[in-house]
């Protein structure tokens, strides 16, 4: 069982709804969550971060921690085609456990 | 701040020949290097931690052989693929974390994508 299950999409929106990604966790000793944002052929980049349980939130990116039921969340509002990537939530160990990334498409 | 850097960016080359990638830590001094390798459509799987001035740790299914890691210095790691094959063609991603830092967030290098003829 993999640590990190992430929902496979892909995910297709029109613009401006919101997106909401999620993933899940195995290991409770796990306390930072990250989500990468990668564009094609590119590496990825850090979008959020999160430590422990709770909401953070930048601009029109919010993150979701949730401990007691191992859950992660990222919500885009007002999605642009800018958006369009795939998302990568990532779980802090030593083995750095990243979800398999789910491709969003933003439609104009 | 914290940019990595990537060289080269792509290359082509026959089989049974090296390549070397270089991963750097311009404005940063990077105490863990991690590599990646990518296939398309998939998820980043991790194939090595680096420490500066230490052996690497490898996940296992990698071929210690096959891919030599080399961490020379807090700014520097290298990654060569040995007489590469065309299984080998792939995108291959560093990663460093900044030293004195209690998480590890890691900066990501723009990858080199990688094809042996």
């Known amino acids: 069982q993999k640590e990190v299950e992430q929902d496979p999409g892909p995910l297709s929106v029109p613009e401006g709804a919101i997106v909401s990604l999620n993933c899940t966790y195995s290991n409770s000793a796990f306390q930072y969550f990250m989500w990468y944002r990668q564009y094609s052929r590119k590496g990825p980049e850090l979008l959020m971060y999160t430590y422990s349980s709770g909401n953070k939130e930048d601009g029109r990116f919010t993150a979701q921690v949730d401990k007691s039921s191992k859950y992660i969340s990222l919500f885009i509002r007002d999605s642009q085609p800018s958006d369009s990537a795939t998302y990568l939530c990532w779980a802090n160990d030593y083995k750095l456990s990243f979800g398999a990334g789910t491709t969003v498409t933003v439609r104009a | 701040g914290a940019v990595v850097s990537q060289h080269p960016s792509r290359v082509i080359c026959k089989s049974g020949t090296s390549v070397k990638i270089e991963c750097r830590s311009l404005d940063f001094q990077a105490t863990t290097m991690f590599w990646y390798r990518q296939f398309p459509k998939q998820s980043l799987m991790l194939m090595a931690t680096s420490n500066e001035g230490s052996k690497a740790t490898y996940e296992q299914g990698v071929e210690k052989d096959k891919f030599l890691i080399n961490h020379a210095s807090l700014t520097l790691s290298t990654l060569t693929v040995t007489s590469a094959h065309p299984e080998d063609s792939s995108f291959y991603i560093c990663?460093?974390?900044?030293?004195?830092?209690?998480?590890?967030?890691?900066?990501f290098g723009p990858g080199t994508r990688l094809t042996v003829l």
């Open positions: 990663s460093a974390s900044r030293a004195g830092f209690s998480y590890n967030e890691q900066f």
